[in-house]
Nanobody, 123 residues
Framework: QVQLVESGGGSVQVGGSLTLSCEVS????????MAWFRQAPGKEREGVAL???????TYYADSVKDRFTISHTAKKTVYLQMNNLKPEDTAMYYC?????????????????WGQGTQVTVSS
């Protein structure tokens, strides 16, 4: 059974930093792409960052490029380093793993999801 558990969210001021973590079990990170999505109240879920299985390629939404960095350890944990946070980054952040599903980001289907971790950025 695939389980994704996010942590690391919280409240920060504008310009601050947070690192989100996603502990993965029942799924081999090296076998599929991993991604972070976010959803703000009243808005659709959007893809934020994606990393290939070997970690060699990463992709970012324009809104977070040069501020966020996605990475993963060899097997178990996916990270999202977030710097220079802005109020518009406030959202619930979800970790996702490639698999059969209805959500597609940059050509990759994501079918496994965590429960989310809240990030709130205040001015």
């Amino acid at each position: 059974q695939v389980q994704l558990v996010e942590s690391g969210g919280g409240s920060v001021q504008v310009g601050g930093s947070l690192t989100l973590s996603c502990e993965v079990s029942g799924y081999t990170i090296s076998s599929g792409c991993m991604a972070w999505f976010r959803q703000a109240p009243g808005k659709e879920r959007e893809g934020v960052a994606l990393i290939w299985p070997d970690g060699g390629n990463t992709y970012y939404a324009d809104s977070v490029k040069d501020r966020f960095t996605i990475s993963h350890t060899a097997k178990k944990t996916v990270y999202l380093q977030m710097n220079n946070l802005k109020p518009e980054d406030t959202a619930m952040y979800y970790c996702a793993a490639e698999g059969p599903g209805t959500t597609t980001l940059w050509g990759v289907d994501f079918g496994y999801w965590g429960q989310g971790t809240q990030v709130t950025v205040s001015s």
